[in-house]
């Protein structure tokens, strides 16, 4: 067959030139996309999030897919305990399937608990506008919302939040009602339903990995198949119920056991489109080595500190705060470094609907002379080192 013409009209410098100016974009893969999840601006991540949002703020947006959050538990278990509930919430929201493993309580009474969503008009207040007097200029009253002598310090944002939403809000004074939790896929793992108590971790990984490749969130499943996100909550790891001495003894007899789980663990979520959060009594850890490879073993790690039974429970200090919040570990997902926010001076507080975490903010130390004034006492006297009005007080080194 012939040639058109005006490809045999044309020289070789034109053909040449054509092929020199050809160019075909490269285009990135398509990332998966599964409700309840986004990429993350830093590292291209899948992250979900913890149903905190001032816990993903401090996790760098959120949890990464695949990886394992530590939460070392306070004395009572009870924010702790908490903080499992909003993650597990929040897969029901999303509709993101559950696995819960305990060995003291059962996974239906955590389920039971979980906390209610609420509308966003609700969860975010606008603040409400002051009437503006009459008479008044503006500047006057800028300047009498804030005493004088903290006039010029700049202000501080003592709420975590990020600009962008992610996740929902939940009102922790009710509970999720019926037909929303039972309408989310969740698998449980009692361990008193386990004969073998002595190999409960390895009953519990192989569960798990069974649940992982029968519902098709490991990668090897075909991209065909519906994709989704398996939220694993696992309570109190490590505790004497799981038929653990890691509480009992300064020097444990199976000390390798949880280690050994850990690793395997946090392997299997590698490999698969699921994300955990381990609790963990570490008050009870005697022994601070073996706590430090747990900490290492887990992608993510904070600490709780309640305040309660405490003498910083009645401290007029710490009296808008419920207990300090320390983040031992976070990840560095695909990158050498990270722009993460401050970690430091943080604590957490439970207001009558939601659980908060916020900078710590001390009431301001007055100077002495400011509080000399409010007693009521003069300024200036014995002010010099070694002089006085009368000459009679002598000064004792």
């Known amino acids: 067959m ?21 160019f075909q974009k490269k285009t990135r893969s398509k990332l998966i996309s599964i409700p309840g999840t986004r990429p993350s601006v830093q590292n291209g991540q899948l992250l979900v999030s913890t149903g905190v949002t001032s816990l993903d703020y401090l996790l760098g947006g959120g949890l990464a897919v695949g990886t394992v959050l530590l939460i070392e538990e306070d004395r ?34 955590i389920l039971q608990e979980l906390p209610a969503p609420i509308l966003d008009d609700v969860a975010v207040p606008k603040p409400v506008e002051q009437p503006r007097l009459t008479g008044e200029p503006q500047d006057i009253l800028d300047a009498m919302k804030i005493a004088w002598r903290y006039q010029n310090l700049p202000k501080v944002q003592s709420a975590l939040a990020s600009s962008s939403r992610f996740g929902h809000y939940y009102d922790v004074s009710k509970t999720m009602e019926v037909e929303i939790r039972q309408a989310a896929k969740c698998h449980r793992f009692y361990l008193p339903d386990h004969i073998t108590p002595s ?56 000390s390798h056991a949880l280690t050994t789980f850990l690793y395997g663990l946090r392997a299997l979520l590698r490999s698969s489109l699921s994300v955990a959060v381990v609790t963990l009594p570490s008050h009870l850890i005697q022994d601070r080595a073996l706590m430090g490879n747990i900490t290492r073993l887990c992608d993510n790690a904070i600490a709780l500190e309640s305040f309660k039974g405490s003498e910083r429970e009645t401290n007029p200090l ?63 006297v014995a002010s010099a080192c070694g002089s006085s009005a009368s000459g009679t007080k002598n000064l004792d080194f």
């Open 199 to 254: 190999s409960s971790y390895s009953a519990l990984l192989k569960s798990l990995q069974e649940v992982i490749h029968r519902e098709g969130f490991d990668l090897a499943t075909p991209m065909s198949k519906s994709r989704n996100i398996l939220r694993v909550g696992l309570h109190s790891l490590g505790s004497a119920l799981w038929g653990d001495d890691l509480c009992c003894h300064d020097k444990p007899r199976h």
């Open 318 to 380: 710490y009296k808008d705060y419920h207990g300090l919040l320390y983040v031992r570990q976070v990840p560095h997902l695909n990158c050498l470094a990270r722009q993460l926010p401050d970690h430091k001076d943080l604590a957490f507080k439970l207001k009558r609907k939601q659980f908060t975490i916020e900078r710590l903010h001390l009431p301001p130390d007055l100077s002495e002379t400011v509080s000399r004034v409010s007693r009521g006492e003069p300024v200036g």
């Open 76 to 109: 009572f278990d009870s924010y702790s305990r908490m903080i499992l509930k909003y993650f597990l919430a929040e897969g029901v929201v999303c509709r993101h399937e559950l696995f819960v493993a305990t060995a003291q309580d059962n996974p239906d009474e």
């Open 2 to 22: 012939a040639a058109p013409v005006n490809s045999v009209c044309k020289t070789s410098a034109d053909r040449l030139q054509v092929n020199c100016t050809s």
